[in-house]
């Protein structure tokens, strides 16, 4: 009578061993690894923290958070989401153009060198860094909104300016290797080159670009990094919400889940009320795409910029941008950058995307920030993404 006792528990053992072991490959598979096969450890640490992360909800993000405010400037450790919230955002982004001529600062005139400082800070207390790159047209030297036809295909392996473009590459490579947090290691970074293509503002947009030279353009990139020892990113592909309306014309330019990490649109809310509801519609309808593409992909997702400029709703936080995402399991939302007045633009105007001390919408955004989905830097300093 013992014998099939113990026999029947032994299989009863292995039967459970095996459903245990069938669920500790699901966990493993799921977020696999970031697509440099050489990425650093942190790096894979927040890769894979990243997956656990958009369970519990989404981080806020801001452009240049910590560099300026509306009407300030380098005072340090200020941000206008700190002066609303007590907290830093989650996400801060940041833009390499201007780097590829090696200038001292980048186009919206933040130094090279307070921003290595900047994202040191972020890393140390567990936040997380973004990079984007306005880089200039390399073909006409003129800005990165310069979309003369042709640039793309001069600077692939062969083209007219593909050894100049390779070292516009070497001087960005030479910054993201600088960057290094107080324990010494390499500071990850979500990289989102080539952002915006579905546009037609950029050199590298849609317009003057094949499908073929994009990926082309994107492998060369990722490779290019690599072979200079550069194993610090997380490659982050990035549309317009202009011309895309379905899963096929956001994945028209993409290069292969070997390629990518992240799958991410922009989008802005303008003009006045009544673009509320097709911004409303159109960020619900681009969110469950990337949702859907980062699920049969296997990758993680994002809006990586979006905002209404000087935010003249007061309810703008919960009532749409919250609204809007609802309880979609994306990475993070990033708003853009509070430059302040702005001279420079047609017409002069304010030109700012969060909210900062006396704002009209400082209240509803306190009320975003205590929702339970929305992820500031307390939120993520516990979640020790880098371990
Ligand atoms: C735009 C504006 C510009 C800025 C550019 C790159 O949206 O904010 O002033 O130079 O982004 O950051």
Redesign the pocket.
Same mark, same amino acid.
């Given at each position: 009578m013992q014998n099939p006792v113990r026999n029947i528990f032994i299989l009863l053992a292995a039967f459970l061993l095996l459903i245990s072991c069938k669920g500790t490959s699901q966990t493993v598979t799921s977020g696999t690894l970031p697509v440099d096969k050489n990425a650093t450890k942190e790096t894979i640490a927040l890769y894979k923290n990243l997956f656990r992360l958009k369970e519990k909800g989404y981080m806020f993000g801001h452009?240049d958070a910590l560099a300026y405010g509306v009407e300030w400037k380098y005072e340090a450790g200020r941000s206008d989401i700190k002066d609303v919230t007590g907290d830093y955002p989650a996400v801060y982004g940041w833009?390499l153009?201007r780097i590829e001529n090696r200038e001292d600062k980048d186009?919206?005139g933040v130094p090279f060198a307070k921003m290595r400082e900047f994202m040191k800070q972020v890393y140390d207390r567990g936040g997380v860094n973004t990079v984007s790159w $306005?880089v200039n047209n390399p073909l006409s030297g003129k800005d990165a909104w310069d979309n003369a036809p042709g640039t793309v295909v001069s600077v692939l392996p062969g083209g007219s300016q593909h050894e100049k473009y390779k070292g516009w590459m070497d001087n960005a490579a030479e910054f993201l290797l600088s960057l290094k947090g107080s324990d010494g290691k390499p500071i990850p970074i979500l990289y989102r080159p080539y952002h915006e293509f579905t546009g037609d503002w950029f050199w590298w947009c849609k317009n003057t670009t094949t499908p073929e030279q994009f990926k082309e353009l994107w492998k060369f990139t990722v490779t290019y990094f690599q072979s200079k020892g550069v194993h610090n990113l997380i490659y982050v592909y990035n549309t317009s919400n202009e011309n895309v309306t379905t899963k096929a014309d956001f994945m028209g330019y993409y290069p292969g889940d070997e390629w990518v990490d992240v799958v991410s649109f922009d989008i802005y809310q303008g003009g006045d009320g009544a673009k509320r509801d097709k911004f409303i519609t159109d960020i619900k309808k681009l969110v469950s795409i990337i949702t859907d593409v980062a699920k049969e992909h296997n990758k993680l997702s994002a809006i990586a910029e979006t905002g209404y400029e000087a935010v003249p709703d007061a309810k703008w936080w919960t009532g749409t941008l919250a609204e809007a995402i609802g309880k979609q399991q994306i990475s993070y939302v990033l708003v853009?950058?509070n $430059?302040g007045w702005?001279e420079w633009?047609k017409p002069p105007r304010m $030109?700012y995307y969060a909210p900062y001390k006396g704002q009209v919408s400082e209240k509803d955004f306190t009320d975003f920030y205590k929702k339970d989905n929305t992820l500031f830097q307390s939120d993520v300093t516990k979640e020790k993404l880098y371990r």
């Open positions: 452009q833009d153009g186009l919206d $306005h853009w950058r $430059h702005n633009m $030109h």
